[in-house]
């Protein structure tokens, strides 16, 4: 049996829940009966829609005691191979891997930035500095969601190449297109006017909510636009991010839509005139291939794994240049046939992803595993 942790999804985890969901539906129909479900939360828990017919391994303990249990399991020499009965394989998709003996493990890694003070709090630096360093050497393999995050993993833990491969994230297949009734449709619902300029992501230092401000002030005021959608949940240490909110000209114009339903996202990314993602810092960037898919012209960062997204098909800047910034959301704002190609290169971009493919990619490294019995050389 292949275990597979569903548990981001389950907890709706924001883009780690998205990943594990999206992998999990196109490996069903691949691995068939060999693929079980494990998950970790308080009970009651509910499994994404279509997903309840896969056998499920569930540990009744909610987030914060599990991944103390698990790192305290590593350290003390403890194995939870009881816990996954017949198990071949075991996939942690996200950055918390079991403490197994007998049964190889797979290890999604989305990024490294717990590494930096300046993006997380200093509870999931410490957790995390300590774990991961357990996690890449008891590792039988890890994937990188991008070719980033796997040079990052090389040069932190000494992870050899052959035992990191890469398999990308993509647009889930509704993400398209929207025609005008449904766009204005979502747009009346949520008290949105017809300009607006969006930013999909959580309310954090990494996301560089300041600087994309500063810009969207500039292009207001230049009667470029009427509004900033920010959608996306209150993350940590963002209590700046709303100081400056507070004092700005355009804070009338700034909205927040609050939970929007997953149906919504398309309409509200093809009713955006632009959608700017000024990152310092992503292990790949869904958002910005969301946007692409539905046709809508992007502006985003030219650091870490961005360009490796994006490729063509956006305008990429220095995310610490809020003056480089403005020019390249004014460009879009002011040239509409610049954004008419971006919409056409952003389609092509987009397809070229996909989770089907990610999927295939990723029975692929199972069964690598499962050939060498998990006995890759430890870094």
């Known amino acids: 049996m292949i275990y597979f942790d569903i548990s981001a999804a389950v907890q709706k985890r924001a883009g780690l829940g998205r990943y594990a969901e999206s992998v999990a539906r196109e490996l069903v129909s691949m691995a068939g009966d060999r693929l079980a479900f494990f998950c970790h939360d308080s009970p009651p828990i509910t499994l994404p829609a279509g997903l309840d017919g896969v056998p499920l391994r569930h540990v009744p303990v909610g987030f914060r005691r599990w991944v103390v249990f698990v790192l305290l399991a590593h350290l003390t020499g403890v194995s939870l191979d009881r816990l996954l009965p017949g198990g071949r394989l075991y996939h942690a998709t996200e950055h918390l891997l079991l403490p197994l003996r007998r049964i190889p493990t797979v ?13 997380h709090k200093w509870t999931n630096r410490f957790y995390l500095k300590m774990a991961m360093r357990l996690f890449c050497r008891r590792v039988s393999h890890c994937i990188a969601v991008s070719q980033y995050t796997g040079d990052a993993l090389m040069e932190s833990y000494r992870i050899p190449r052959q035992r990191i491969t890469v ?74 991010f709303f100081r400056a909110l507070e004092r700005s000209p355009a804070r009338q114009a700034v909205l927040f839509p609050g939970r929007v339903a997953d149906e919504d996202l398309p309409p509200l990314y093809s009713g955006a005139q632009v959608f700017v993602y000024p990152s310092f810092a992503e292990g790949f960037g869904l958002p910005v291939l969301e946007a692409m898919s539905c046709a809508t012209p992007v502006v985003c960062s030219n650091t870490t794994s961005l360009p490796e997204v994006a490729g063509d098909a956006a305008l990429l800047v220095d995310p610490a240049d809020t003056g480089a910034l403005t020019d390249a959301v004014g460009r879009l704002l002011r040239q509409p046939e610049l954004a008419a190609l971006l919409r056409r290169r952003g389609r092509e971009r987009a397809r070229s992803f996909s989770w089907r493919r990610a999927a295939r990619e990723t029975l692929a490294v199972y069964e690598s595993v499962l050939r060498s019995g998990g006995k890759e050389d430890p870094p």
């Open 167 to 240: 398999v990308h994230e993509a647009a889930a297949p509704h993400f398209l297109p929207q025609d005008d009734d449904r766009i204005q449709e979502v747009r009346r619902r949520y008290g949105l006017p017809s300009r607006y300029i969006l930013f999909v992501g959580t309310i954090e230092p990494r996301k560089n909510l300041p600087s994309l401000l500063q810009a969207f002030e500039r292009c207001h005021g230049q009667g470029l636009t009427d509004g900033l959608v920010i959608v996306g949940r209150r993350g940590w240490m963002s209590d700046s």
């Open 107 to 119: 290890m999604t890694v989305h990024d490294l930035f717990f590494q930096e003070a300046a993006y």
